[in-house]
């Protein structure tokens, strides 16, 4: 098993480190589309729908029209819908029971969540367009984050923290994963030619209290992500999003976390 996770993971960075450093944004539109197709049948699969495959494939073909001609006020416009769809609907229904499957309120709570996957995607896109640098490290962040909360919560973690979602998870684990982030932003301030890192942006114009407020608020925006993909995966009964990706599970098992932040990192390039 382990053998197949890392074979997987070596062989997505190979790829996607090719794409990136070939600068075409039409490699990166093919790539970037065809993980969109499997998130999409993933969520499809995840919100219980009769046709999986043939509304994500539409949907996939959608987003790869659109992605050829899409400027900024469209993603920026997709981006800051994300983000609001997190702070006033999808983060606060963790605390409440899912709603009855053929109801209006859980369609337009499955509209909502897939509007959320769709902007992350386009988000994706504009970050590429703009600065590589800004979008690895949003990356990169939330890897930090889940290295940090993986050792604090094997080693001090005793309080859980949604043991009715993802039991594993714990407060001190989330503690850890942001400290970790907090170590990492605080030393990149003082590392030349990382201007254009998230946490380092916000700490230009907003100081040291507003690099924390960020680092704090892109830490806990990712583990929301896991949670709702880990209790839409409970839902269905489901140990992962699929199978797609040999030791790892499926798509949205590996961009969980990135959903909701890669949006709120195209706000703070705007606010920057």
Do not use: Q
Request: proline content about 3%; charged content about 10%; hydrophobic content about 60%.
């Amino acid at each position: 098993m382990l053998k197949t996770r890392v074979l997987t993971a070596l062989g997505l960075a190979i790829v996607l480190l090719a794409v990136l450093l070939s600068r075409s944004f039409a490699a990166f539109v093919i790539l970037t589309t065809i993980f969109f197709a499997g998130a999409s049948w993933e969520a499809f699969r995840l919100f219980e729908s009769a046709r999986p495959v043939p509304y994500a494939a539409v949907c996939t073909l959608l987003f790869a029209i659109i992605a050829c001609v899409a400027g900024d006020t469209l993603c920026i416009a997709l981006a800051a819908f994300s983000v609001a769809a997190w702070f006033f609907c999808l983060a606060p229904s963790l605390a409440l029971p899912f709603f009855a499957r053929s109801s209006l309120k859980n369609h337009l709570f499955e509209g909502l969540y897939f509007i959320s996957l769709s902007g992350s995607f386009f988000a994706f896109l504009y970050l590429y367009r703009h600065s590589l640098i800004l979008l690895l490290s949003a990356v990169i962040l939330v890897n930090i984050a889940d290295i940090g909360a993986y050792f604090a919560g094997r080693t001090l973690g005793r309080h859980k923290l949604a043991p009715s979602i993802s039991p594993g998870k714990t407060w001190e684990g989330a503690a850890g994963g942001l400290l970790a982030v907090i170590l990492v932003a605080v030393a990149t301030v003082f590392i030349s030619g990382l201007e254009n890192v998230v946490t380092v942006r916000v700490y230009r114009f907003f100081g040291w209290f507003g690099m924390l407020l960020a680092a704090l608020l892109l830490v806990g925006m990712s583990i929301l992500g896991d949670l709702l993909e880990s209790r839409l995966k409970r839902r269905c009964g489901f140990k992962d999003s699929s199978g797609l990706l040999p030791g790892h599970g499926g798509v949205l098992d590996r961009i969980d976390s990135l959903i909701p932040v890669l949006p709120l990192t195209v706000l703070i390039h705007m606010w920057t």
